[in-house]
């Protein structure tokens, strides 16, 4: 088969494919504790899915609006106005399934050849994939362990060309669970606000789970708003990703293109699936504070567990799920340490690699499990990494 070129420009995320060596192996007998898949072990909260469940009962099983439902829209306008203290207009909003697609989709919009995009690296993997995919070239803003994964606004400064047509940023950070601060966020903003010609996206996707401070949205910054995708969902924060529901909010001058490019990919978005999500964004919040409460507890078990383990470093986690230790003093790399977790101690964990060029040294532990189940990763681990001789 001929497969067309651009092909080989597309990336993957590993967590799937270590996902599916964990299954393989649990299917002959092993035990893995899945510290891999960056998912909620926690149900979709009740009143949700009788939201959804009804909606399918009263028929809403049927194609929606491309952009989304106008309720749904309105819904997330009203939400962003009081989180982020936008007056947010609901036709700047469009709704996806997932929050993927509006990776995708602005990206696509935007990137092309000749055109240098930003992204954070160790970062997301489908961010640089994409931009590949585009032929846009990524640049990768580093964050460094020095900093406690944060980067260095200096050197990003200097990676601002003529070229540069896109930022990401990514706040609480996955995989290195590092939380962009108040004043990073406006020096960026500061840096690119009399640019015209850049756009931010903001992928905000763990808004909700920060362990200090407020989250800040770079488009709450004066000027911001015209030039931030922020890019959000429903995935994390309720618990939902089966349900397949993200969304974007942008300057309105981008919605008829990404609207184009959901036309032509998927249509809309699940029409119950959006009638959930209006449920959860204007019903009780408690599960999500109780969500936070348990990631609190299991943050400190592992980061601390982690940095009893003799070659490894965890600086702390800020926000999301990760931790991200370096484990080079261990004397593995990335892939070996991936590799041995999963055969001796049965942990499944992602090497730092699959997040960019400067992951190798670290690898990303999911604490989407419970404590028992992370106690006993840890206590695998810690073996494992004694008996290296
Ligand atoms: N952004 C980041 C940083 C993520 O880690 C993920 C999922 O892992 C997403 C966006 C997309 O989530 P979804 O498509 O499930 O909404």
Same mark, same amino acid.
């Given at each position: 088969m001929t497969l067309a070129s651009r092909m080989d420009n597309l990336g993957t995320e590993t967590a799937f494919e270590v996902l599916a060596k964990a299954r393989a192996l649990e299917a002959q007998g092993k035990e893995i504790v899945h510290l891999e898949i960056g998912e909620p072990d926690f149900d979709t909260p009740k009143h949700i899915v009788e939201a959804g469940v009804q909606a399918l009962r009263d028929g809403q099983t049927h194609y929606g609006p491309t952009a989304g439902l106008p309720q749904l829209r309105e819904a997330i306008a009203r939400n962003s106005r009081e989180v982020r203290g936008i007056d947010t207009d609901p036709? !700047? *909003?469009? *709704?996806?399934?997932? =929050?993927?697609?509006?990776? $995708?989709?602005?990206? +696509? =919009? +935007?990137? %092309? &050849?000749?055109? %240098? *995009?930003? !992204?954070?690296n160790p970062g997301f993997p489908i961010y640089e994939s994409m931009i590949r995919f585009s032929g846009g070239t990524p640049v990768p803003m580093r964050l460094l362990e020095s900093k406690g994964y944060h980067p260095d606004l200096d050197d990003l400064a200097q990676k601002i060309t003529s070229k540069t047509r896109l930022i990401i940023i990514n706040s609480p950070e996955n995989p290195c669970g590092s939380a962009l601060t108040r004043e990073e966020l406006e020096t960026i903003a500061d840096l690119v606000k009399d640019r015209d010609d850049i756009y931010v996206m903001s992928d905000e996707i763990y808004k909700d789970i920060l362990y200090t401070g407020e989250h800040h949205s770079i488009a709450a910054f004066p000027g911001m708003?015209?030039?931030?995708? @922020?890019?959000?969902? /429903?995935?994390?924060?309720?618990?939902?990703?089966?349900?397949?529901?993200?969304?974007?909010?942008?300057?309105?001058?981008? *919605?008829?293109?990404?609207?184009? +490019?959901?036309?032509?990919?998927?249509?809309?978005?699940?029409? $119950?699936?959006?009638?959930?999500?209006? =449920?959860?964004?204007?019903? &009780?919040?408690?599960?999500?504070?109780?969500?936070?409460?348990? /990631?609190?507890?299991?943050?400190?078990? @592992?980061?601390?567990?982690?940095?009893?383990?003799?070659?490894?470093?965890?600086?702390? &986690?800020?926000?999301? /799920?990760?931790?991200?230790?370096?484990?080079?003093?261990?004397?593995?790399?990335?892939? %070996? $340490? %991936?590799?041995?977790?999963?055969?001796? =101690?049965?942990?499944?964990? +992602?090497s730092g690699l699959g997040f960019g060029e400067f992951g190798e040294g670290y690898v990303r532990l999911s604490y989407a499990n419970s404590q028992e189940n992370i106690s006993k990763a840890l206590e695998n681990l810690d073996a494992m990494v004694r008996n290296l001789g």
């Amino acid at each position: 088969m001929t497969l067309a070129s651009r092909m080989d420009n597309l990336g993957t995320e590993t967590a799937f494919e270590v996902l599916a060596k964990a299954r393989a192996l649990e299917a002959q007998g092993k035990e893995i504790v899945h510290l891999e898949i960056g998912e909620p072990d926690f149900d979709t909260p009740k009143h949700i899915v009788e939201a959804g469940v009804q909606a399918l009962r009263d028929g809403q099983t049927h194609y929606g609006p491309t952009a989304g439902l106008p309720q749904l829209r309105e819904a997330i306008a009203r939400n962003s106005r009081e989180v982020r203290g936008i007056d947010t207009d609901p036709g !700047h *909003v469009v *709704v996806t399934p997932g =929050a993927k697609p509006i990776m $995708f989709y602005v990206i +696509l =919009a +935007l990137a %092309e &050849p000749g055109v %240098e *995009v930003i !992204h954070p690296n160790p970062g997301f993997p489908i961010y640089e994939s994409m931009i590949r995919f585009s032929g846009g070239t990524p640049v990768p803003m580093r964050l460094l362990e020095s900093k406690g994964y944060h980067p260095d606004l200096d050197d990003l400064a200097q990676k601002i060309t003529s070229k540069t047509r896109l930022i990401i940023i990514n706040s609480p950070e996955n995989p290195c669970g590092s939380a962009l601060t108040r004043e990073e966020l406006e020096t960026i903003a500061d840096l690119v606000k009399d640019r015209d010609d850049i756009y931010v996206m903001s992928d905000e996707i763990y808004k909700d789970i920060l362990y200090t401070g407020e989250h800040h949205s770079i488009a709450a910054f004066p000027g911001m708003d015209a030039k931030t995708i @922020i890019l959000d969902g /429903f995935s994390k924060s309720y618990a939902m990703t089966g349900w397949r529901l993200g969304y974007g909010i942008m300057p309105p001058e981008l *919605v008829p293109s990404v609207v184009k +490019l959901a036309v032509n990919s998927v249509s809309c978005a699940a029409t $119950f699936s959006q009638l959930a999500a209006v =449920a959860a964004l204007d019903g &009780p919040q408690d599960d999500v504070q109780a969500m936070l409460a348990e /990631f609190t507890q299991r943050r400190r078990l @592992i980061a601390d567990g982690l940095r009893s383990i003799p070659g490894i470093n965890c600086p702390e &986690p800020e926000g999301a /799920f990760y931790a991200f230790p370096n484990i080079s003093g261990t004397g593995l790399t990335s892939a %070996e $340490f %991936e590799d041995r977790a999963m055969n001796e =101690a049965g942990v499944a964990l +992602l090497s730092g690699l699959g997040f960019g060029e400067f992951g190798e040294g670290y690898v990303r532990l999911s604490y989407a499990n419970s404590q028992e189940n992370i106690s006993k990763a840890l206590e695998n681990l810690d073996a494992m990494v004694r008996n290296l001789g």
